[in-house]
C-alpha cells in the first residue's frame, strides 16, 4: 500500500461527488488509482462498476461488479448493481437467477437483505413505466414494467400494467400469458381475473372467459364490472363484444 495514498473512505467520497457532476473520467481515474493504492478492494470496484455503466458501458460495468462480489461476497450492493444492469441489457432470466441466489446468500439483517432494496428498484421502475405509458410509448413501457418483475416478481399491480399494455398493442396471446400467471400467484386478485376474461374473449375462448368472470364474480360479489362482462357476455357473441378500453 502506498503510505501516500488517500484514504478509501476519501477516496469514495470524492468519486460520489465526481459521478453526481457527471465527470466521469476523472472519477474512473482516481479509482484506478486508489486500486493500484489499496488492492483489491469491493466499494472500489463497485464505483467503478457504476462509473461505467453511468457511461453506458455495461461489459466493463458489469466486470467490475462481478470483481467486488468476487473480493466480498457479502457486499450486496455490487450484487444488485449488477441485478440492474442485467435488467437494463434485457438479461431478465440472468438477472432473476443472480437475484434469487442474493436471496439466499446475503445477510439475514434486515437492513441489508437485497430484496427490500430490489423491491425499491422495482417500484421506481415500475413508475418509470407509468410515465412512459401515459406519453403513449408503450415498448418503452413494457421494457419498464418487465424489469420491475424481475427484481420482485410478486407486484401484483405490475403484472397486471404489463397485461393491459400487451393487450393494447394487439399482443392478446402474450396479455393472457401474464394474466394466467398473476392469477395463479393471486388467485383472490379479481382484476387479473377480469382482465384475463377480457383478453380470453379476444381470443375467442368465450367459455374461458365467462369462467373466469365467474369466479372474479365469486371472489368479491361486490365487483359490478365483473357482472357486468358475465351479463353482457351471455348476450353478445364471442366475436361481437368489444371492450371499452381503459
Not at 466480498?72 to 431478465?92: H, I, M, Q, R
Not at 425499491?120 to 410515465?131: P, S, T, V
Request: proline share 4%.
Amino acid at each position: 500500500m502506498n503510505v501516500n495514498a488517500e484514504s478509501l473512505q476519501t477516496v469514495v467520497q470524492k468519486v460520489t461527488l465526481l459521478l453526481r457532476l457527471n465527470r466521469f473520467e476523472t472519477a474512473e481515474r482516481l479509482l484506478m488509482t486508489a486500486l493500484d493504492d489499496h488492492g483489491a478492494n469491493a466499494p472500489l470496484f463497485n464505483l467503478l462498476g457504476l462509473t461505467y455503466q453511468k457511461q453506458s458501458q455495461f461489459t466493463k460495468a458489469m466486470t467490475q461488479f462481478r470483481s467486488a462480489m468476487d473480493t466480498d461476497p457479502s457486499f450486496v450492493e455490487a450484487g444488485l448493481n449488477l441485478v440492474v444492469t442485467l435488467c437494463d441489457l434485457g438479461k431478465y432470466n440472468e438477472a432473476q437467477e443472480l437475484n434469487k441466489k442474493l436471496g439466499k446468500e446475503a445477510p439475514t439483517q434486515k437492513n441489508k437483505r437485497p430484496e427490500l432494496e430490489l423491491k425499491k428498484l422495482a417500484e421506481f421502475h415500475h413508475a418509470q413505466g407509468l410515465r412512459y405509458e401515459e406519453c403513449d410509448l408503450l415498448n418503452e413501457a413494457i421494457g419498464e414494467y418487465r424489469k420491475a418483475l424481475t427484481l420482485d416478481d410478486d407486484i401484483c399491480e405490475t403484472r397486471l400494467a404489463l397485461a393491459k399494455i400487451l393487450f393494447k398493442s394487439q399482443q392478446p396471446k402474450k396479455a393472457a400469458g401474464e394474466l394466467e400467471k398473476l392469477v395463479k400467484q393471486s388467485p383472490e386478485y379479481t382484476p387479473a381475473r377480469i382482465w384475463l376474461g377480457i383478453t380470453y374473449h379476444k381470443l375467442g375462448r368465450m367459455e374461458e372467459a365467462q369462467t373466469q368472470w365467474s369466479r372474479a364474480s365469486a371472489t368479491n360479489p361486490e365487483d359490478v364490472e365483473a357482472k357486468a362482462y358475465l351479463n353482457i357476455s351471455a348476450q353478445i357473441g364471442p366475436h361481437g363484444f368489444v371492450h371499452p378500453g381503459r
